[in-house]
């Protein structure tokens, strides 16, 4: 297994390509593979590659790789976890002469064509060169686990597992304002394929490509609604596919640990991987901020003392990120909707030295109906289908259980009509230039895309579509910063496709959410944790972060700076006096000083350099 990055520019207009210019795109993503390099240039194409060893260490596992019979070239970044299984499978039909898994590919793709994606496993972005066809083909995995962006036009399509490896060789680079319109009222990213780059894309999950004789086509291969059928699964039928999913993502050669937030989801894999898969030394990691801190989970984290025996803390504060706010914003490379990032981001870097593999909760949340608001779809599915007995009864429940108004908000939400629901899910944050607004304040898909569900799983799904991937994308980020692979044992798609699959009562059942995965695990859970209601997530307390005496010196002299106002997307006296309550404590504007900050800094390392 190579967790890596990879690079590479195909010349549409048959020119030769340049091996500096690989050569530069690797040193920009060196930090994602610093364990070996390889270059292959041919013709009018070139490929590069940065290693990040995790299973078989040799160097029987550099790439470029090219398969038995120099046939075919691949560059590949992921990890494909059933590759023992897929290599009995081939044994009979390819000689293999390593261990790895993108050996696996090769033989893969070479028995199955673009069938072999449906056989895997895992997590990947990866190109494949044909040399008899002269053909192209690359992938990316189900869910936009791994990354890939391009760069295509007439002359050239350009590559990479980061776009900071990209931007720098575009002559015309620009800013998208409409995806910048999007984060700064909608606090939305990666809703679609674009970018907050002019002419730069993702390859969007789940789609696969291919160049031939220099013409560029784009499929979609996986479909997840098409793969849900109604399933009946046990608490201890869900508990051996969580357990099967935890298992598969512990194959390394190099160690594994486990990033530990005290929430219920991070908490299942880490006793999972303890009671049931009998390591006792794993490593946790985890983020903290001192017990009188709201954003602190310390007092759930700490119900594994007894337990575990190596556990590491990193103290997020004011002080470390006013140090490391401008590193963090380039690690991202786009613009980045709250600081909760930044917590997995020091997460990382405590883990770094420590582990080179870890393993999180990501994905839970969106196929087990997490987040509170999924309540609200819930409820209008019993609504719609007349199950007012039900309704009664999660109401019930819900009032006595949360106290809170927040899913009746969302049920309001969804019943309206689309046009309603555009203008009322406009979340006005940042102090909106209004001639800016005026321009790239036209339609938006997101009011459809997200807040427009029948159905519980209508929502679910929708979520996976289009909101999932701008947290995976974060958790790449962050850990390959760090040189660290992450690991998502939740977006198995096996789990993933099953859980779906599942009627809504148990993702949410009682006003309880993520049922059958409490009651799964429930023996195991430490029992603070299993009655747990409330969710913070990564949230560090950056309202009092910015009233701190660096931050506030920075963003006065950042609104007084002609850098800021030429942007054009706020009203710079109306951040002047909205900061001047914030400091007060009048109000609390943390996610629209975060923008300006985090667009003022990104302007000036992507675009304005």
Same mark, same amino acid.
């Given at each position: 297994k190579i967790m890596c990055g990879i690079a590479g520019v195909i010349n549409l207009n048959n020119k030769p390509v340049d091996q500096n210019q690989i050569k530069f795109m690797l040193k920009k993503i060196k930090h994602r593979g610093p364990d070996d390099e390889g270059i292959y240039c041919k013709n009018n194409f070139g490929f590069g590659h940065v290693r990040l060893s995790i299973q078989d260490l040799s160097k029987a596992g550099h790439q470029p790789m090219y398969s038995n019979d120099k046939r075919y070239c691949i560059i590949f970044n992921g990890e494909i976890y059933n590759f023992i299984e897929l290599k009995n499978e081939l044994n009979h039909y390819y000689e293999f002469k390593t261990k790895t898994d993108t050996e696996v590919i090769l033989a893969a793709y070479q028995k199955w064509g673009e069938a072999c994606l449906e056989k895997f496993n895992g997590d990947w972005a990866f190109v494949i060169y044909d040399s008899l066809k002269n053909e192209f083909f690359g992938a990316r995995d189900r869910y936009g686990i791994k990354p890939f962006y391009y760069f295509i036009d007439d002359d050239q399509y350009m590559f990479a597992s980061e776009i900071k490896a990209i931007i720098p060789l575009i002559k015309e680079k620009s800013q998208n304002h409409r995806a910048i319109y999007d984060y700064l009222v909608y606090n939305r990213t990666d809703q679609t394929e674009a970018t907050f780059f002019n002419k730069i894309f993702k390859l969007k999950h789940g789609y696969y490509f291919k160049i031939t004789d220099n013409q560029y086509s784009l499929y979609k291969w996986y479909n997840l609604k098409e793969k849900l059928t109604p399933v009946s699964l046990s608490f201890d039928q869900y508990r051996e596919e969580i357990k099967s999913a935890i298992s598969i993502r512990l194959r390394s050669d190099v160690p594994v640990g486990v990033s530990l937030s005290g929430g219920i989801d991070s908490s299942a894999v880490t006793s999972i991987v303890y009671n049931d898969l009998n390591l006792k030394g794993i490593?946790?990691?985890?983020?903290?901020?001192?017990?009188?801190?709201?954003?602190?989970?310390?007092?759930?984290?700490?119900?594994?003392?007894?337990?575990?025996?190596? @556990?590491?803390?990193?103290?997020?504060?004011? *002080? #470390?990120?006013?140090?490391?706010?401008?590193?963090?914003?380039?690690?991202?490379?786009?613009?980045?909707?709250?600081?909760?990032?930044?917590?997995?981001?020091?997460? @990382?870097?405590?883990?770094?030295?420590?582990?080179?593999?870890?393993?999180?909760?990501?994905?839970?949340?969106?196929?087990?109906?997490?987040?509170?608001?999924?309540?609200?779809?819930?409820?209008?599915?019993?609504?719609?289908?007349?199950?007012?007995?039900?309704?009664?009864?999660?109401?019930?429940?819900?009032? *006595?259980?949360?106290? #809170?108004?927040?899913?009746?908000?969302?049920?309001?939400?969804?019943?309206?009509?689309?046009?309603?629901?555009?203008?009322?899910?406009?979340?006005?944050?940042?102090?909106? *230039?209004?001639?800016?607004?005026?321009v790239w304040g036209g339609d938006s898909t997101i009011g459809n895309d997200l807040y427009d569900p029948d159905t519980l799983n209508d929502s679910l799904l929708q979520h996976f579509e289009f909101k999932l991937e701008h947290l995976l994308k974060w958790d790449d980020l962050n850990a390959m910063n760090f040189s660290i692979e992450s690991r998502v044992p939740f977006l198995d798609h096996n789990l993933v496709e099953k859980t779906l699959s599942l009627p809504p009562e148990m993702k949410i059942n009682s006003a309880e959410t993520k049922y059958i995965l409490r009651e799964s695990v429930k023996d195991i859970l430490p029992n603070k944790i299993y009655k747990r209601r409330d969710k913070k997530g990564f949230s560090p307390p950056a309202n009092k972060w910015f009233r701190s005496n660096n931050f506030k010196e920075y963003i006065f002299d950042m609104l007084e700076s002609k850098s800021f106002s030429d942007m054009g997307y706020f009203d710079v006296n109306k951040c002047r006096k909205n900061f001047n309550d914030h400091l007060i404590g009048k109000t609390d504007i943390t996610k629209d000083i975060w923008k300006w900050i985090n667009l003022n800094v990104w302007s000036d390392e992507f675009i304005n350099c």
């Open positions: 490593k946790t990691f985890s983020a903290v901020y001192g017990k009188d801190e709201w954003a602190d989970e310390s007092n759930y984290i700490d119900e594994y003392n007894n337990e575990l025996q190596n @556990m590491y803390f990193t103290t997020p504060s004011a *002080n #470390s990120f006013f140090t490391d706010f401008t590193k963090f914003i380039f690690a991202q490379g786009e613009p980045v909707a709250s600081i909760g990032p930044y917590a997995q981001f020091k997460v @990382m870097e405590l883990a770094h030295g420590n582990v080179v593999v870890t393993l999180d909760g990501q994905g839970a949340d969106e196929q087990l109906a997490g987040y509170h608001y999924f309540f609200g779809s819930y409820f209008k599915e019993l609504i719609k289908n007349f199950k007012f007995t039900t309704l009664s009864c999660e109401l019930w429940h819900y009032i *006595n259980k949360h106290r #809170s108004s927040y899913a009746f908000k969302y049920l309001s939400f969804y019943l309206l009509s689309n046009n309603l629901k555009s203008k009322i899910g406009r979340k006005i944050y940042g102090n909106i *230039n209004h001639e800016f607004a005026d």
